[in-house]
């Protein structure tokens, strides 16, 4: 069993940056994918941003694209998510989930895919 816990959320103003962590523990994360979603009030779940685990393959979604950089440290177990620029349509709940190996790379965004889940850290952008 894996479990997530993410830390760095807060209340940031427009153009401002912050760090997301995910911290995982029950197991070694090798050859998980490990993933970053968000939940706007009143919206789906929607895919930010993925990495592999070497590092070497990452992927985002358009609207963070340019702006949010994710990266992993395999020793700490830990994922993070670099978000600079932010605007008020970035405020969500922003969780953090792993892939199991197998995980079908078309298939990144797709939130089926993931295994495990955080409980999530509230990221707030005002205007």
């Known amino acids: 069993q894996v479990q997530l816990v993410e830390s760095g959320g807060g209340l940031v103003q427009a153009g401002g940056s912050l760090r997301l962590s995910c911290a995982a523990s029950?197991?070694?994360?090798?050859?998980?994918?490990m993933g970053w979603f968000r939940q706007a009030p009143g919206k789906e779940r929607e895919f930010a941003a993925a990495?592999?685990?070497?590092?070497?393959?990452?992927y985002y979604a358009d609207s963070v694209k340019g702006r949010f950089t994710i990266s992993r440290d395999n020793a700490k177990n830990t994922v993070y998510l670099q978000m600079n620029s932010l605007k008020p349509e970035d405020t969500a709940v922003y969780y953090c989930?792993?892939?199991?190996?197998?995980?079908?790379?078309?298939?990144?965004?797709?939130?089926?895919?993931?295994?495990?889940w955080g409980q999530g850290t509230q990221v707030t952008v005002s205007s």
């Open positions: 989930a792993a892939a199991k190996p197998g995980y079908t790379s078309r298939h990144i965004s797709n939130s089926g895919q993931y295994d495990y």
């Open positions: 029950g197991r070694t994360l090798r050859n998980y994918l």
């Open positions: 990495i592999s685990w070497t590092g070497s393959s990452t």
